[in-house]
């Protein structure tokens, strides 16, 4: 098949498109094998705040990610503040962990959107 130059753009464009929703796609599948990884622990797989590190022992509990009342008082930098430089730096508990040494700046990023999936919330304004 002979391809006018409209048809090739077209071609062009939805080539970078599926480039663009792959690597977004990517970045997910990335947040939430981090999250598996460093947070379940204490956050739980499902996010509830009842992983195995969480005991009735510590003073604080872990956040219950999936509450949209708790979450949506967050802002984005809240979030992101608290996994990069940890509870004590955003004058929380200090049994939440500063993450800017094993996240990159973008995971970290990626880490706050999927955390907003799974609250379903945004800040509240
Ligand atoms: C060792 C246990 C532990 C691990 C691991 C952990 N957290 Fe936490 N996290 C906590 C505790 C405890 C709190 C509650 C702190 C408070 O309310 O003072 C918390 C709170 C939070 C909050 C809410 C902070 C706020 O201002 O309300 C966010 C967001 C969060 N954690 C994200 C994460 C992410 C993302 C990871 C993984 C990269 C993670 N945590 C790993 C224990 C942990």
Known sequence: M????SMKM????????FLLLAG???FAAAAAENYRFYCSQCHGL????DGPNATK???VSPRDHTSKYEMEKLTDEDIINVIRDGGAATSKSTLMPPFGRTLTASEITA????L????KCKAQS
């Not at 499902?46 to 705040?49: I, L």
């Not at 880490?111 to 999927?114: E, P, Q």
């Not at 907003?116 to 609250?119: A, D, I, P, S, V």
């Open 57 to 59: 022992n510590m003073p």
């Open 24 to 26: 977004a796609s990517a």
């Open 46 to 49: 499902g996010g509830k705040g």
């Open 111 to 114: 880490m706050k959107d999927y």
């Open 116 to 119: 907003r999936r799974l609250c």
């Open 2 to 5: 002979k391809m006018n130059i």
């Open 10 to 17: 077209t071609a062009i464009a939805a080539a970078a498109w």
